[in-house]
């Protein structure tokens, strides 16, 4: 059997999705994610300009001759929009061979090594008191894990925290449906190193030990400042501390590993094992970030997350909403298989893009499981996908005070 058709959904339903449809000669479908945030229609050209007419026509079993074939064929290499590209077409052909096999995708990666995988929310607010308001929520929804983020005196609207208020929890979406331009916000790292050990030292003496917390740097402290910030937070026992410096320096992280024993996650917006050589070879992380989306699909992801363990590494698969339903089946997936698994990511998808995306996804105090539908277990429901037209968003854009463009 030879793949027949290839197509690519565009969907908003609240926010933007791009999907890979694959359908073999005897008519198996298979779903890939291919969303990259606010650079959408670039990866939905990728293939459906450029991939498409290359995959009719051959056999869809083979995934890693068709990986490597989208990888080294064109002879450009790695970037956000090739290896979303790449994973789209990754996963649909992993959708497809496990259907075949009437299993759901865990079992064709090894079977599962636990009974459900640990997810962490998105607890934020635009003061203390907003903020322990939703991760009391959480915690009274069985969830054992949360990432903090709060307001900081002096800055406004800033980076992964909701504005719609206490009591909010599943609101917070960067994207912007902004027009032809992103917004802009203002940030000051002074101001948020002086706040943010307060905040931890109040949620431990509130929630007590066992909560594990976690928190997203977002790129923006240099690395003596995130080597500072690493250090001050040691007593308040993160689970990780998120992108503290610019993705793209990995021996950044060398000084902050010399001064603090604070667990370190990094990688969401890596695309390829090559973003992480040094840093796992030199231990300088604990945690692998990346999307199974943006770093091109099950098979990449399997061989990171392989090579990470040697070093005693462990996962932190990306899942926010800009990562669809497929895409977060696919982290579940590889979650629920691989031996060195931390904690996955959660945001709850709204209630329109789950009418879109119907996925047998199970949510049991603080633990999430795939479901055992064969293939990936997502399915797309093209007439409903059709009712939400692409608008285009965008990632706001950060500056200092002074008006410098800072990294968001
Ligand atoms: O598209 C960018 C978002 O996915 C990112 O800002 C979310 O940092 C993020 C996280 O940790 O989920
Ligand atoms: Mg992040």
């Known amino acids: ?21 694959i359908t073999t000669s005897d008519g198996i479908t298979g779903l890939g994610d291919a969303t990259l945030n606010g650079r959408e229609l670039a990866v939905a050209s990728y293939l459906a300009d450029h991939v498409a007419s290359m995959l009719v026509g051959r056999d ?20 956000p929009v090739t290896m979303a590209a790449i994973a789209a077409v990754d996963m649909a052909l992993w959708d497809i061979k496990a259907k075949k096999a009437g299993m759901p995708l865990y079992q064709l990666l090894g079977g599962a090594s636990r009974e459900g995988v640990r997810v962490y929310a998105h607890a934020s607010g635009t003061d203390y008191a907003a903020l322990k308001n939703a991760i009391t929520g959480y915690e009274e929804l069985g969830y054992t894990a949360v990432r903090v983020q709060t307001g900081v005196p002096g800055l406004g ?58 928190h997203d740097g977002h790129h923006r402290m240099t690395p003596i400042e995130a080597a500072r910030f690493a250090k001050d937070i040691e007593p308040y026992d993160l689970f990780w501390l998120e992108d503290c410096t610019p993705g793209e320096d990995q021996t950044a992280l060398r000084l902050v590993r010399q001064h603090s024993t604070t667990p ?42 392989d090579f990470a363990a040697i070093y005693g590494i462990k996962s932190g ?17 590889l979650d629920l298989a691989i031996h060195n698994f931390g904690i996955q990511e959660y945001m709850p998808h709204n209630a329109q893009t789950l009418e879109v995306f119907q996925t047998s996804f199970t949510f049991d105090k603080g633990f999430l499981h795939p479901g055992d539908n064969p293939g ?6 093209e007439d409903a996908a059709a009712g939400h037209e692409y608008t285009k968003a965008y990632l706001p854009v950060n500056r200092l005070l002074d008006g410098t463009v800072h990294d968001w």
């Open 1 to 21: 059997m030879t793949i027949e058709l290839v197509d690519v959904n565009i969907t908003s339903p609240g926010r933007n999705f791009v999907t890979l449809k």
């Open 264 to 305: 370190l996650a990094i990688g969401e917006v890596f695309n390829s094992v090559y973003d992480y050589q040094t840093l796992i070879t030199e231990r300088l992380i604990d945690y692998v970030r990346s999307a199974v989306t943006h770093t091109g699909g099950i098979t990449a992801m399997k061989k990171l997350l």
């Open 157 to 214: 609207q800033i980076y992964g925290v909701s504005s719609s208020g206490p009591g909010v929890r599943y609101d917070y979406e960067p994207a912007k449906r902004s027009g032809d331009r992103p917004s802009e916000e203002r940030w000051d790292t002074r101001n948020y190193l002086n706040h943010m050990p307060g905040v931890f030292a109040s949620i431990r003496e509130d929630f007590g030990s066992d909560l594990r917390i976690l």
């Open 376 to 381: 990936l277990g997502v399915e797309l429901d």
């Open 60 to 79: 869809e079993d083979r995934i890693e001759d068709t990986w490597q074939y989208l990888y080294r064929g064109p002879y450009w290499r790695r970037g």
């Open 317 to 333: 698969i990306h899942g926010p909403t800009d990562i669809s339903p497929v895409g977060m089946a696919a982290a579940l997936h």
